[in-house]
């Protein structure tokens, strides 16, 4: 275990926003674990778990501790006629699992390929894109307990997955330091690239259909329309697609025909946040030194590389305004703001 004081985050945020904080703690190994609970005083003082921060907007200085978990194995540990199982640490990073999966003949991730953040946070969000979600190949999750300091595992039914939402946003949320991801992947795969990009890009192109373009699609794909983080301070989506009854979904097709919409479930309509905030003009929008991104409505950006939590998350608040007065809906975010 590593511990730093008085540490910078700017390079542990994807925003690349400039913040302190007062401790900085890396995980090398499990049994690091045990001497965290003698560090912390995980009833009382301020802590929070980070990944590669990129689901995170720092709005101020951290006075506490943010603690990092760096563990990253992966290990097949159980492959038959039906299934693949996969183990993963939760400090892998994501991609390099997708590339792991598909190098080793395991198929199911591709379309979730090129996301940003580690094993552990794909669990906690239930991560999502191109027509699939985490929680349709998660077998089991293994975490510490830092109240009652003991490791835990606990079933993929038991997570509560739903929309970019999972138990450890909930009820483990601050207790739970997921050290495991276990996934299980049936090797009869049904391919899909029943989403409108993908069916764009292969029908343009004439390409084969098998995990391997798919991957290859969903990165060209992402590279088109998201900006690098590298390049650009983001988080990827800033906000959920929000989720509305039919009732609402109705009214807002008779007023908007070209409405971009998914039926989600009986009665329930998820509707395309990008497009409403493109519609309501504000694709390109500046904020002081942040924007909304000029090909993707849905990402909030770091555009001159000096603007602070707190413009970003005025920006927001401006869009989120904007949004609610065109269409009556409330734009929630994605990003968790500390």
């Known amino acids: 275990m590593k511990i730093f004081k008085n540490f910078s985050l700017q390079e542990h945020n994807t925003f690349g926003i400039q913040v302190i904080t007062d401790y ?7 049994g690091d674990l045990n001497l965290l609970t003698e560090q912390i005083d995980f009833s009382n003082d301020k802590y929070f778990i980070l990944g590669v921060g990129s689901n995170i907007l720092f709005t101020n200085n951290f006075n506490g501790y943010i603690i990092q978990n760096r563990c990253s194995e992966i290990k ?18 994501w991609d ?19 996301i940003p953040g580690t094993v552990g946070a794909s669990a906690v969000q239930n991560i999502g894109a191109y027509g699939r979600e985490v929680s349709e190949f998660i ?14 595992t606990i079933s993929a039914n038991d997570c509560k997955f739903t929309y970019r939402n999972s138990i450890f946003k909930n009820e483990l949320k601050d207790r739970a330091l997921i050290t ?3 996934y299980r992947f049936p090797k009869k795969n049904e391919l899909k690239i029943n989403y409108a990009d993908l069916e764009i890009y292969f029908s343009t192109n004439k390409i084969e259909i098998n995990p391997i373009s798919i991957r290859n ?22 906000f959920k697609n929000p989720i509305v009854d039919s009732i609402k979904f109705k009214h807002l097709l008779s007023i908007f025909p070209d409405l971009k919409y998914f039926p989600v479930e009986e009665n329930k309509y998820k509707i395309a946040a990008g497009w409403m905030i493109d519609k309501c003009g504000l694709k390109g929008f500046v904020y002081e030194n942040a924007a909304v991104h000029e090909k993707q ?20 608040e401006i869009v989120k305004a904007k949004v609610f007065n065109t269409f009556e809906v409330t734009l929630e975010s994605e990003v968790i703001i500390l």
Not at 24 to 30: G, S
């Open 24 to 30: 900085y703690i890396q995980i090398e190994d499990r």
């Open 76 to 93: 097949v540990t159980e492959q038959n006629n039906v299934y693949s199982i996969i183990r993963a640490d939760a400090g892998c990073i």
């Open 96 to 114: 390099n699992f997708v590339e792991f999966c598909l190098n080793t003949g395991v198929y199911g991730a591709e379309n979730l390929s090129g």
């Open 139 to 152: 077998y089991k999750v293994e975490f510490f307990d830092l109240i009652e300091k003991q490791f835990k």
């Open 180 to 182: 495991s991801v276990t």
């Open 217 to 238: 699609a969903v990165l060209l794909v992402r590279n088109s329309k998201l900006p690098d983080y590298k390049i650009t301070g983001n988080a990827g989506s800033f």
């Open 297 to 316: 409505a849905l990402v909030l950006i770091n555009k001159t590389g000096k603007a602070t939590g707190r413009e970003i998350l005025e920006l927001s």
